[in-house]
Each structure stands twice: as C-alpha cells, then as structure tokens.
C-alpha cells in the first residue's frame, strides 16, 4: 500500500498511522462490497432477460435456442 511508503515514521505520529490506513482499508472494502452487490444486480437482470427471451421462443426454435445457449456457455468456459 502507499502509505507505507509516503510517511517517515520518524515523522508521525504510529497510532495516526495506523488509523488513517485502517479508514482507508475500510473504505476500500465498503466500496468493493458496493461493487459486488451492483453486479449481482445486474446478473439477476440478465437472468431475467434471459427467461424472458427463453418464453418468447416458439416450440420449433426451442432446440436452436438451447443450442445456441450451450455453444456460448462453451465458448466462454473454454476459450479465454
């Protein structure tokens, strides 16, 4: 982290310190638990689409479509 770098101890005070980098690893983690949740939201969004779409399929599509589903689903597991 940066702060280890930016202060010289003999300069400051530790337990200020050691306070500002505690905020700062709190803040951090605030932030990534918004990001996470953010994108939760936005996967049960496309979860949402998906069924949406998936209904809207007629019958005689419906094997195209699984196809076409399990050919991404490979694609993405496979070929980073």
Known sequence: MYYQNLFNQ???NE?????VLKKTQIEQQIMF???QKKEI???L???DDYFNAAQKIAPQYQNDA???CVLKISQRLYNK
Request: without cysteine.
């Open 10 to 12: 003999n300069y400051i």
């Open 45 to 47: 969004k496309a979860l």
């Open 33 to 35: 638990d918004q990001e």
């Open 66 to 68: 699984f196809n076409a």
């Open 15 to 19: 337990a200020q310190y050691q306070e």
């Open 41 to 43: 939201a936005k996967m």
